[in-house]
Protein backbone atom coordinates (compact mmCIF):
# COMPACT_ATOMS: atom_id res chain seq x y z
CA UNK A 1 0.00 0.00 0.00
CA UNK A 2 1.22 3.50 -0.56
CA UNK A 3 1.96 6.15 1.58
CA UNK A 4 -1.20 8.46 2.54
CA UNK A 5 -0.75 12.14 2.29
CA UNK A 6 -0.47 12.99 5.53
CA UNK A 7 2.12 10.94 6.66
CA UNK A 8 4.77 12.09 4.87
CA UNK A 9 6.94 15.54 4.93
CA UNK A 10 5.39 17.54 2.11
CA UNK A 11 7.96 20.65 0.68
CA UNK A 12 6.49 23.13 -2.03
CA UNK A 13 9.21 23.19 -4.93
CA UNK A 14 9.27 25.32 -7.88
CA UNK A 15 9.15 23.80 -11.37
CA UNK A 16 9.92 25.40 -14.34
CA UNK A 17 9.48 22.98 -17.96
CA UNK A 18 11.45 25.52 -19.83
CA UNK A 19 12.49 23.33 -22.88
CA UNK A 20 12.71 20.49 -24.90
CA UNK A 21 15.17 19.56 -27.85
CA UNK A 22 15.57 16.95 -30.58
CA UNK A 23 11.71 14.86 -29.14
CA UNK A 24 11.04 12.18 -31.66
CA UNK A 25 8.62 12.27 -33.92
CA UNK A 26 5.26 10.59 -33.73
CA UNK A 27 3.49 11.82 -35.97
CA UNK A 28 2.83 10.28 -39.62
CA UNK A 29 2.15 14.10 -41.04
CA UNK A 30 3.48 16.85 -39.46
CA UNK A 31 5.41 16.72 -36.20
CA UNK A 32 4.68 15.72 -32.70
CA UNK A 33 2.55 18.02 -30.72
CA UNK A 34 4.17 17.55 -27.11
CA UNK A 35 3.31 18.20 -23.83
CA UNK A 36 4.94 17.70 -20.59
CA UNK A 37 3.21 15.57 -16.69
CA UNK A 38 4.49 15.89 -14.04
CA UNK A 39 3.84 13.68 -10.57
CA UNK A 40 5.26 11.84 -7.49
CA UNK A 41 5.58 8.50 -7.68
CA UNK A 42 7.04 5.77 -4.25
CA UNK A 43 6.84 2.09 -5.27
CA UNK A 44 3.86 1.46 -7.02
CA UNK A 45 1.99 4.83 -5.66
CA UNK A 46 1.60 7.48 -8.18
CA UNK A 47 -0.22 10.49 -7.94
CA UNK A 48 -2.08 12.18 -10.76
CA UNK A 49 -0.56 14.55 -12.93
CA UNK A 50 -2.55 17.74 -11.05
CA UNK A 51 -1.74 20.06 -7.89
CA UNK A 52 -0.68 19.97 -5.52
CA UNK A 53 1.09 16.66 -6.28
CA UNK A 54 1.42 16.75 -9.79
CA UNK A 55 0.76 18.75 -13.01
CA UNK A 56 0.81 19.40 -16.93
CA UNK A 57 1.67 22.16 -19.47
CA UNK A 58 -0.26 23.00 -22.25
CA UNK A 59 0.33 21.57 -25.59
CA UNK A 60 2.63 22.46 -28.86
CA UNK A 61 1.48 21.79 -31.87
CA UNK A 62 3.69 20.83 -34.60
CA UNK A 63 6.95 20.89 -32.58
CA UNK A 64 10.40 18.85 -32.12
CA UNK A 65 12.12 21.80 -29.93
CA UNK A 66 9.21 23.17 -27.79
CA UNK A 67 9.33 26.13 -25.64
CA UNK A 68 7.27 26.01 -22.72
CA UNK A 69 8.51 28.08 -19.94
CA UNK A 70 5.64 27.16 -17.61
CA UNK A 71 6.38 27.42 -13.70
CA UNK A 72 4.47 24.80 -11.52
CA UNK A 73 4.42 24.64 -7.70
CA UNK A 74 4.57 21.09 -6.33
CA UNK A 75 4.25 19.83 -2.74
CA UNK A 76 7.16 17.16 -3.05
CA UNK A 77 6.40 14.00 -0.53
CA UNK A 78 9.04 12.79 1.96
CA UNK A 79 11.59 10.77 -0.41
CA UNK A 80 9.57 10.33 -3.43
CA UNK A 81 10.97 10.86 -7.05
CA UNK A 82 9.47 13.30 -9.39
CA UNK A 83 8.17 11.77 -12.55
CA UNK A 84 8.28 14.09 -15.95
CA UNK A 85 6.81 12.33 -18.85
CA UNK A 86 6.55 13.86 -22.51
CA UNK A 87 3.55 13.23 -24.61
CA UNK A 88 2.77 13.51 -28.13
CA UNK A 89 -1.21 14.59 -27.66
CA UNK A 90 -3.19 12.90 -30.68
CA UNK A 91 -7.21 13.76 -31.56
CA UNK A 92 -7.81 10.41 -31.93
CA UNK A 93 -6.34 7.41 -29.74
CA UNK A 94 -4.08 7.40 -26.80
CA UNK A 95 -1.47 9.70 -26.56
CA UNK A 96 2.21 8.59 -27.41
CA UNK A 97 5.00 8.98 -24.91
CA UNK A 98 7.74 10.39 -26.04
CA UNK A 99 10.18 9.86 -23.00
CA UNK A 100 10.56 10.23 -19.62
CA UNK A 101 12.79 11.37 -16.94
CA UNK A 102 13.30 10.93 -13.26
CA UNK A 103 14.35 13.65 -10.63
CA UNK A 104 15.22 12.70 -6.75
CA UNK A 105 14.58 14.91 -4.30
CA UNK A 106 18.17 15.07 -2.95
CA UNK A 107 19.51 16.12 -6.22
CA UNK A 108 16.89 19.34 -6.05
CA UNK A 109 17.59 20.65 -2.23
CA UNK A 110 19.38 23.31 -3.04
CA UNK A 111 17.82 23.95 -6.51
CA UNK A 112 18.84 22.47 -10.13
CA UNK A 113 18.71 23.85 -13.85
CA UNK A 114 20.06 21.14 -16.35
CA UNK A 115 18.92 19.25 -19.37
CA UNK A 116 17.23 15.59 -18.26
CA UNK A 117 17.97 13.09 -20.63
CA UNK A 118 14.93 11.75 -22.26
CA UNK A 119 15.85 8.07 -23.07
CA UNK A 120 18.11 6.93 -26.39
CA UNK A 121 16.90 9.14 -29.41
CA UNK A 122 14.42 10.93 -27.49
CA UNK A 123 15.79 13.75 -27.06
CA UNK A 124 16.37 16.28 -23.25
CA UNK A 125 14.26 18.36 -21.39
CA UNK A 126 15.40 21.22 -19.94
CA UNK A 127 13.97 21.68 -16.46
CA UNK A 128 14.40 24.19 -13.21
CA UNK A 129 13.99 23.15 -10.20
CA UNK A 130 13.83 25.90 -7.09
CA UNK A 131 13.10 24.88 -2.94
CA UNK A 132 11.09 27.04 -1.31
CA UNK A 133 11.29 27.49 2.68
CA UNK A 134 9.76 29.41 5.28
CA UNK A 135 7.80 31.10 2.28
CA UNK A 136 10.85 31.98 0.57
CA UNK A 137 11.74 31.24 -2.88
CA UNK A 138 15.52 30.24 -2.94
CA UNK A 139 17.64 31.94 -5.97
CA UNK A 140 17.45 30.47 -9.33
CA UNK A 141 19.98 27.85 -9.76
CA UNK A 142 22.51 28.47 -12.20
CA UNK A 143 22.65 26.37 -15.51
CA UNK A 144 24.20 22.78 -15.32
CA UNK A 145 25.53 20.52 -18.48
CA UNK A 146 24.10 17.59 -17.83
CA UNK A 147 26.88 14.85 -16.97
CA UNK A 148 27.87 12.60 -20.30
CA UNK A 149 26.43 9.26 -20.69
CA UNK A 150 28.77 6.73 -20.17
CA UNK A 151 30.25 4.91 -23.38
CA UNK A 152 30.59 1.24 -23.87
CA UNK A 153 33.02 -0.76 -26.12
CA UNK A 154 31.17 -3.61 -27.48
CA UNK A 155 33.09 -6.72 -30.02
CA UNK A 156 31.52 -9.72 -31.30
CA UNK A 157 34.04 -12.07 -31.49
CA UNK A 158 32.21 -15.42 -32.48
CA UNK A 159 29.20 -17.99 -31.94
CA UNK A 160 29.29 -21.67 -31.61
CA UNK A 161 27.23 -24.81 -32.25
CA UNK A 162 24.46 -22.47 -33.51
CA UNK A 163 20.71 -23.94 -34.36
CA UNK A 164 20.97 -25.11 -38.15
CA UNK A 165 18.25 -22.48 -40.17
CA UNK A 166 18.89 -23.82 -43.64
CA UNK A 167 17.44 -27.18 -43.90
CA UNK A 168 18.62 -27.62 -47.20
CA UNK A 169 22.16 -27.47 -45.85
CA UNK A 170 22.32 -28.01 -42.60
CA UNK A 171 23.75 -24.53 -41.72
CA UNK A 172 23.30 -21.52 -41.66
CA UNK A 173 24.19 -17.78 -42.07
CA UNK A 174 24.72 -15.81 -39.50
CA UNK A 175 25.08 -12.25 -38.32
CA UNK A 176 24.66 -10.71 -34.92
CA UNK A 177 22.13 -7.47 -34.35
CA UNK A 178 23.08 -5.46 -31.07
CA UNK A 179 19.90 -3.92 -29.76
CA UNK A 180 19.25 -1.21 -26.97
CA UNK A 181 15.35 -0.60 -26.87
CA UNK A 182 14.03 -1.15 -30.01
CA UNK A 183 16.68 0.13 -31.43
CA UNK A 184 19.79 -1.63 -33.85
CA UNK A 185 22.57 -0.14 -32.95
CA UNK A 186 24.69 -1.78 -34.70
CA UNK A 187 25.28 -5.00 -37.16
CA UNK A 188 28.35 -7.65 -38.06
CA UNK A 189 28.62 -9.02 -41.49
CA UNK A 190 26.92 -12.53 -42.83
CA UNK A 191 29.53 -15.21 -42.59
CA UNK A 192 27.69 -17.90 -44.85
CA UNK A 193 27.27 -21.44 -44.56
CA UNK A 194 28.38 -22.10 -41.03
CA UNK A 195 26.85 -23.13 -37.50
CA UNK A 196 30.15 -21.57 -35.71
CA UNK A 197 31.52 -17.86 -37.46
CA UNK A 198 33.94 -15.98 -36.41
CA UNK A 199 33.12 -12.12 -37.26
CA UNK A 200 35.80 -10.71 -34.95
CA UNK A 201 33.96 -7.76 -34.80
CA UNK A 202 34.62 -4.40 -32.79
CA UNK A 203 34.64 -2.24 -30.54
CA UNK A 204 31.69 -0.68 -31.57
CA UNK A 205 30.93 2.35 -29.34
CA UNK A 206 27.62 1.81 -27.39
CA UNK A 207 26.04 5.05 -25.42
CA UNK A 208 24.45 4.17 -21.78
CA UNK A 209 20.89 5.91 -22.42
CA UNK A 210 18.06 4.73 -20.45
CA UNK A 211 17.78 0.85 -21.44
CA UNK A 212 17.75 -1.57 -18.50
CA UNK A 213 19.76 -4.28 -21.18
CA UNK A 214 21.81 -4.80 -24.04
CA UNK A 215 20.23 -7.72 -26.14
CA UNK A 216 22.38 -9.68 -29.01
CA UNK A 217 20.55 -11.15 -31.90
CA UNK A 218 22.29 -14.01 -34.14
CA UNK A 219 19.84 -14.06 -37.40
CA UNK A 220 20.21 -16.09 -40.36
CA UNK A 221 20.12 -13.91 -43.85
CA UNK A 222 17.66 -14.92 -46.45
CA UNK A 223 17.83 -14.15 -50.00
CA UNK A 224 14.82 -12.76 -48.82
CA UNK A 225 14.91 -11.34 -45.12
CA UNK A 226 16.14 -12.83 -42.56
CA UNK A 227 14.68 -15.00 -39.36
CA UNK A 228 16.30 -15.28 -35.67
CA UNK A 229 18.19 -17.86 -34.60
CA UNK A 230 18.66 -17.09 -30.98
CA UNK A 231 18.69 -14.12 -28.42
CA UNK A 232 21.25 -13.50 -24.80
CA UNK A 233 22.05 -10.02 -23.38
CA UNK A 234 23.70 -8.35 -21.06
CA UNK A 235 22.21 -5.97 -18.25
CA UNK A 236 22.91 -2.48 -17.66
CA UNK A 237 25.26 -3.88 -14.11
CA UNK A 238 27.30 -6.25 -16.41
CA UNK A 239 28.32 -3.80 -18.77
CA UNK A 240 29.60 -1.60 -16.08
CA UNK A 241 31.08 -4.26 -14.46
CA UNK A 242 32.58 -5.41 -17.97
CA UNK A 243 32.26 -8.77 -19.55
CA UNK A 244 33.56 -11.04 -21.75
CA UNK A 245 33.17 -14.46 -22.41
CA UNK A 246 30.25 -16.90 -23.72
CA UNK A 247 26.27 -16.08 -24.07
CA UNK A 248 23.95 -18.92 -23.69
CA UNK A 249 21.91 -18.53 -26.66
CA UNK A 250 17.89 -18.13 -26.10
CA UNK A 251 15.93 -20.55 -26.75
CA UNK A 252 17.57 -23.54 -25.17
CA UNK A 253 19.85 -25.62 -28.18
CA UNK A 254 20.26 -22.26 -30.08
CA UNK A 255 23.86 -22.02 -30.13
CA UNK A 256 26.05 -19.75 -27.55
CA UNK A 257 27.95 -16.28 -28.48
CA UNK A 258 31.37 -14.85 -27.17
CA UNK A 259 31.45 -11.18 -26.95
CA UNK A 260 32.99 -8.67 -24.48
CA UNK A 261 31.44 -5.20 -23.21
CA UNK A 262 33.47 -2.97 -21.34
CA UNK A 263 33.45 0.48 -20.15
CA UNK A 264 35.59 3.36 -22.79
CA UNK A 265 38.08 5.21 -21.09
CA UNK A 266 37.89 9.02 -21.40
CA UNK A 267 39.80 10.11 -24.48
CA UNK A 268 42.65 12.79 -22.61
CA UNK A 269 42.84 16.59 -24.26
CA UNK A 270 45.35 16.62 -26.53
CA UNK A 271 47.49 18.80 -23.98
CA UNK A 272 47.83 15.56 -21.47
CA UNK A 273 48.55 12.57 -23.76
Given amino acids: MGQSHDDVNEEPYSITIESAKALRNADTFGKSDPYVKGFLQSGRHKEPDKHPYGFKTKVINDDLDPVWNETKTLFWKGDWKLVLQVFDKDLVGKDDMLGEAILFKDKCNEGLYTDLDLGDGNGHLRVKV ?144
Fill in 130 to 273: VPTRDDKKFSDPPFIQPEPKPVYEAWIYKAENLKVANHFNNLSDPYVLIRTGDKVRCQTNVIWGTLNPEWNYGPHDLELGSFAEVVFEVRDKDMVGSKSIGKASLTRAACKRGFQGYLDLAPKGAGKLFLAVKPKKPEKPAAQQ
